[in-house]
């Protein structure tokens, strides 16, 4: 892997910097137009890197990967991901932005230029024999990416999509994004210099922040930020790791298809918090108090006493939550988990599945023990047991369910028994969420 950091003019280099890629500076690009009004110039400057880059004539390349100033790679899972394309075919590949109005105005065609896209080098070939012509037809476009775009259509190439580039175009505290990630490598993130974004609570300096990635990201990439989720049966909590990061204990037992939707803990880049500002279903932050998780972010990270497997601790995010009148163990008393996974390099090579976690059992106090690993054979996420305590995410949707078959007084007592219960917001008895049958 090689790269060059491309800038409009020269800047001063410490005798330090020696182990910086090398700093090329691109060409003039007075001559092209620019009409966009509010937009700025060096998007024209940024498009032809690619070409640019090409035309150093360097030796067996199979991609370029561009990226921004801001833009962090996790290379590994970069590799992994472009080897499943032909390197010798066209190709475009890249993702979307997270904000729906931001796809509007710019294009769901479009690998956005943050979250890093590549370009097959053939493609690139294609490119930069015509894309000084091509950029001349769209002086009204706003930044290089779209240009970038323009070029792809006129030359009948499609976006390939895969979901572990990330723009995020969004505000606020990524974990309800990061904490849900698809089941895909993560291969970038983006945006993380802005003042309102982060990854972990408290954390002012970006850079560090993305440190404590550095060595879960060298003991399994493949593994950073997959979510697994299981059922403590003893104590009703529902469990999420998503390795790596961070662990969330939730208060009662939610099915799978809910824990697998990013909760809203961001807003989008326009600061809408509703579920139609995303290109991407979401979930409410919380609907209950009693829902909030108990959240650990990783801690450490290393090889356990055996070989084959990792060992990361997860410590608790320490922030005061609201009393919870449910009658059930409180999260409150787990100061630590530990979590082992054995590194699967090969992962991303078969079709991809989630990853399952089991609760184990521990003497030590105050500390909960998750193995993490492949789904064995038979094995389901859910909580297998006669009566279950389901909490409904979805308040209207159990309405719709349950209440519209029922006739006009018999609706009414309904109404009636959920005003008393938990999830009513009066209710003090021990019930947890609605009983389902099995």
Request: charged share 25%; hydrophobic share 35%.
């Amino acid at each position: 892997m090689r790269g060059n950091v491309w800038l409009d003019k020269h800047v001063k280099v410490e005798p330090n910097d020696n182990g910086l890629p090398p700093l090329r500076i691109s060409s003039d690009t007075s001559k092209f137009e620019y009409k966009r009004k509010g937009g700025h110039r060096s998007a024209i400057r940024i498009t032809r890197i690619v070409s640019e880059t090409l035309r150093l004539n360097m030796k067996n390349v199979r991609w370029f990967v561009m990226g921004d100033d801001d833009t962090f790679f996790v290379p590994d899972n970069l590799v992994k991901v472009l080897q499943k394309y032909d390197h010798n075919s066209y190709y475009y590949i890249g993702s979307t932005s997270e904000s729906h109005l931001q796809n509007i105005d710019f294009s769901y065609n479009m690998a956005y230029g943050g979250g890093g896209f590549a370009i097959s080098y053939p493609l690139a070939m294609a490119l930069e024999k015509m894309q000084d012509k091509c950029i001349q037809r769209y002086p009204g476009l706003y930044g290089s990416d779209d240009r970038i775009q323009a070029c792809m259509a006129e030359l009948g190439v499609p976006l390939t999509k895969e979901k572990g580039f990330h723009q995020f175009d969004v505000h606020g505290n990524l974990m309800g994004l990061l904490a849900a990630h698809p089941i895909a490598p993560l291969v970038s993130l983006h945006h993380l210099d802005m003042e309102a974004n982060y990854i972990f609570p408290n954390t002012n300096d970006k850079v560090d922040a993305l440190k404590r990635f550095r060595r879960p990201m060298k003991m399994d990439s493949a593994g950073l930020m997959q979510q697994s989720i299981c059922y403590d049966k003893n104590r009703n909590w529902t469990v999420s790791v998503s390795w790596g990061y961070v662990v969330q204990i939730f208060r009662g037992t939610f099915l799978v298809r809910d824990m697998e939707l990013p909760r809203r803990t961001f807003v989008d880049w326009h600061h809408r918090v509703d579920n139609t500002a995303f290109s991407f279903n979401t979930g409410p932050n919380s609907m209950h108090k009693c829902q909030i998780p108990f959240v650990y972010y990783i801690s450490t990270a290393k090889n356990s006493s055996n070989k084959n497997e990792t060992a990361t601790e997860y410590l608790p995010h320490q922030t005061s939550l609201p009393n919870c009148e449910w009658q059930m163990p409180t999260p409150s008393q787990i100061k630590r988990v530990e979590v082992y996974k054995t590194p699967n390099p090969y992962l991303w090579d078969k079709p991809p599945r989630r990853n399952c976690c089991r609760i184990l059992p521990t003497n030590k106090r105050g500390t909960m023990v998750i193995d993490v690993g492949e789904c064995k054979e038979d094995e389901i996420i859910a909580l297998r047991q006669r009566l279950l305590y389901i909490v409904m995410n979805d308040t209207r949707a159990f309405l719709c369910r349950f209440l519209r078959p029922l006739a006009g007084n018999n609706r009414r007592k309904v109404l009636i028994a959920l005003a008393t219960h938990p999830l009513g917001g009066k209710g003090k008895k021990a019930n947890r969420g609605t009983k389902s049958s099995k």
